[in-house]
């Protein structure tokens, strides 16, 4: 087909489109889907940004209140406690994707750290069940639905009211299929604008790279054409439109449903992993079982660790706070193995799904669109050790205090190490 000859079937199959009610009604649902969407990722994201400014002025004013109170480093250490958070990303009211399950904000002190770390809010049972409506989801799940409807149909309504063959010989490139494929693509292309507009509007609004923006409707063009092709290539079956739409919807629930479920059952026996529960009861008997044991043991587990403390290990009194610090540090080594187990196995897990998700489409952009947002597994992991690396820092700040029994100077708090600093140099 030729320049001209395509630009007039364009013309012509675009203003027979405009007087589709159903075209038209369906462009509709998703423009509206896509506005609800990624408005509720918007007032997610807001929340949680309200919720961590909150925090963490009440966090500096509890600290400060508790420290004016104190007269050692020790009692310090343990009244005082110290916000740590992930701030969404700009593009994540797009695709909260871990952020529903995983925590993001911890309340830490100078205790034993995995215990703290597993521990997290109770999430909404009903997000636990069924997820949450973000653009992701429905970008994923939905719109493919919306295309076997649109699509189904495209030959065997025609052939049903006697004008296929018609139409076929009076368009260019009779016999070709092109026109078929260009009423597909134009549908499709609607579908696409409606669902896109609304997340461009949003990401306007957020402040999301335009980077990221290109990217996430790239991803989402694309996915969107496999399914026009999958669709356009099952309609031109010589069957009836019942019969293709059942076909189509098969084919959905296979890639949508059936593989991800299945595969899902296969990674969770294929790599065991212990719980968030399992690390934090073991921990807390580690700590609780310290105070039964001879405290030279103790500081000779904490120094084969830590020998740069050695020359201080000695404990003189039937309390001594560095001693509390040392076995709240021994039970952060006893967890190592299981917590490193943990991390192993979800980051294997995470591994085995992206492979998964070569076969089910919908799993797999769902994924990017979570990598594109940092609200995938990997930035969960990430967090973590950003927490952990500022535990580490605040033991680096009390450690010489406690083991030299340095005289107690509130001015030094000044120097405390603080999370949002410390996260902005990771």
Request: aromatic share 10%; with cysteine; hydrophobic share 55%.
């Amino acid at each position: 087909m030729n320049m001209p000859g395509l630009c007039r079937s364009v013309w012509r199959e675009a203003a027979f489109l405009v007087r589709d009610r159903t075209v038209l009604f369906w462009w509709l649902v998703v423009l509206g889907l896509s506005a609800l969407a990624t408005a509720a990722g918007l007032a997610e994201v807001r929340h949680q940004n309200a919720t961590i400014a909150k925090l963490l002025a009440a966090d500096r004013q509890d600290r400060q209140a508790v420290q004016a109170a104190q007269k050692d480093w020790g009692a310090t250490a343990y009244a005082s406690f110290h916000l740590s958070f992930d701030p969404p990303s700009n593009f994540a009211f797009a695709a909260l994707g871990r952020r529903d399950d995983a925590a993001w904000k911890h309340r830490l002190r100078m205790l034993a750290l995995e215990g703290q770390v597993h521990e997290r809010d109770a999430g909404h049972p009903v997000l636990a069940l069924v997820g949450r409506f973000d653009f992701a989801f429905l970008a994923a799940f939905v719109l493919p639905l919306v295309l076997i409807v649109m699509l189904h149909d495209l030959r065997a309504s025609e052939r049903v009211a006697g004008r296929h063959d018609l139409l076929v010989a009076t368009s260019a490139g009779s016999g070709s299929g092109r026109l078929w494929r260009l009423r597909a693509l134009l549908r499709a292309a609607g579908v696409f604008v409606a669902a896109g507009l609304p997340l461009v509007v949003a990401a306007s609004l957020s402040g999301a790279a335009t980077s990221t923006l290109l990217a996430a409707c790239a991803l989402l063009l694309a996915y969107l054409l496999f399914w026009t092709l999958v669709c356009a290539g099952l309609a031109a079956w010589r069957q009836t439109g019942e019969t293709i739409l059942a076909a189509l919807i098969g084919v959905w629930m296979l890639l949508a449903v059936l593989v991800p479920a299945a595969g899902r059952t296969a990674i969770d026996r294929a790599v065991p992993l212990p719980s968030g529960a399992d690390i934090v009861m073991t921990q807390r008997e580690a700590v609780n079982d310290a105070w039964d044991l001879p405290k030279e043991a103790t500081m000779a587990a904490f120094v084969e660790r830590h020998p740069q403390w050695a020359p201080y290990a000695a404990i003189e009194r039937p309390f001594e706070w560095k001693w509390y610090y040392a076995f709240q540090q021994v039970g952060d080594q006893q967890t190592e193995a299981l917590s490193a187990a943990y991390t192993r196995g979800r980051l294997e897990r995470d591994r085995l799904a992206g492979r998964l998700a070569l076969v089910a489409p919908p799993v797999l952009l769902e994924r990017w669109l979570q990598a594109l947002a940092r609200t995938d597994m990997q930035s969960t992991l990430a967090y973590e050790e950003r927490v952990r690396s500022f535990h580490a820092a605040l033991r680096e700040f009390y450690y010489p205090k406690l083991f030299r029994n340095e005289s107690f100077d509130p001015a030094a708090l000044q120097a405390l190490p603080q999370f949002a600093d410390h996260a902005a140099g990771e």
